[in-house]
């Protein structure tokens, strides 16, 4: 895969992430079918696959239960040049979300996954809201606290998981990037993509094969028309796309390639 530039970030990242919440939480989530967490093992074999069919970003976050404390330990042995993507404000504990974005539990936070990842500098480091994105970004001490730590060297980057188009717009007036939902079925937050573009910001998309539910938007192809619609603004750096199965990312790396050659082709070809 050809890296794409996230924004004026400075980060360059596969157009295709790999989403790690099953590799640490199984419960309250909206998937279709229940799982087990993976081994070690599995995990390990599927981030080396990852790694051999172009991915560089691994998406996690302190609400994915064992999720970053079991990532850092494996990629301690699986020594790869990832750009990983972390958050702050909501934890999961005892099958429950809870989330403070006060500039105490940031900081805490920040530093918690320092030392779960093994690393020095965090790549981006992203709000995780809970759907009030303007009270979080306009009342609480999240984003100053990240803006002071990525003074501080401890961040390269900071930006918003947002859920609304007003907090959208809003967090790329103070962040690197954003990350925004955009699918087939939800469009909504188009115009925060195209926003980020015109102002040089990085967007990550989630759930843009609908958590697994894709299916339901029908379509010989639903993979790659999902896809299309997203590559289709110029503003988009990477579709975070969480799997357990090696042959589901071997194929949603296939569709990101189908999709991404084909729009290459047609912009070469003659008039």
Known sequence: MELRALGRSGLQVSPLGL??????????????????????????????????????????????GESEERLGRLLRRCRRDWVIVTKV???????????????????????????????????????????DDLAILEREGALSTLLDLKQAG????VGMSTKTVAGGLRALAHCDLVMVTYNLSQRDELPVIRAAQAAGRGVLIK???????????????????ALAAIYAEPGVGSVVVGTLNPDHLRANAAAVERTLGGRQDSAAAPP
């Open 89 to 131: 404000g909501e934890e999961f504990h005892a099958g429950e979300s809870h989330f403070d974005f006060s500039a105490t539990a940031t900081r805490a936070s920040v530093e918690r996954s320092l030392r779960r990842l093994g690393m020095a500098t965090l790549d981006a480091v992203l709000i995780h809201s809970n759907g």
């Open 154 to 157: 401890l961040i390269r980057t």
């Open 207 to 225: 759930k843009g094969l609908l958590s697994g539910h894709l299916d339901q938007a029908a379509g010989d192809d639903p993979a790659r028309a």
């Open 19 to 64: 989403g790690t919440v099953k590799f640490g939480r199984n419960q309250g989530v909206k998937y279709p079918r229940p799982f087990e967490l993976p081994s070690d093992q599995d995990m390990l074999t599927l981030l080396e696959l990852a790694w051999d069919l172009g991915i560089n970003l691994l998406d996690t976050a302190p609400a994915y």
